[in-house]
């Protein structure tokens, strides 16, 4: 099992910047990747991105650019940093962990962009 704790969530203006961090304890030798989605009221469950063992990130377009997804193997930490940030970006996030043959979950943090 791999437990996943997220921190580094709140309110913010357009146009600023956070960082969320995923801490990983557990059976971490079993991951093969990292990431982040998100969910925004009344909308589906959205990928934001990704980034595997050996440091290959990809994005979803409307972050791209904007969003850096990076991951400290020593601390078995990733972190989302996000900047210029929109109203539209204003979601509760998941970092998740894969595995083979399954994906192990956060909790979720809220991030509000709001003037």
């Known amino acids: 099992q791999v437990q996943l704790v997220e921190s580094g969530g709140g309110l913010v203006q357009p146009g600023g910047s956070l960082r969320l961090s995923c801490a990983a304890s557990?059976?971490?030798?079993?991951?093969?990747?990292m990431g982040w989605y998100r969910q925004a009221p009344g909308k589906e469950r959205e990928w934001v991105g990704h980034?595997?063992?050996?440091?290959?990130?990809t994005y979803i377009d409307s972050v791209k650019g904007r969003f850096t997804i990076s991951r400290d193997n020593a601390k078995d930490t990733v972190t989302l940093q996000m900047n210029s940030l929109k109203p539209e970006d204003t979601a509760v996030y998941y970092c998740?962990?894969?595995?083979?043959?399954?994906?192990?979950w956060g909790q979720g943090i809220q991030v509000t962009v709001s003037s």
């Open positions: 998740y962990a894969n595995r083979i043959g399954g994906v192990y």
């Open positions: 557990g059976n971490i030798l079993s991951i093969i990747g």
């Open positions: 980034i595997t063992n050996d440091g290959t990130t």
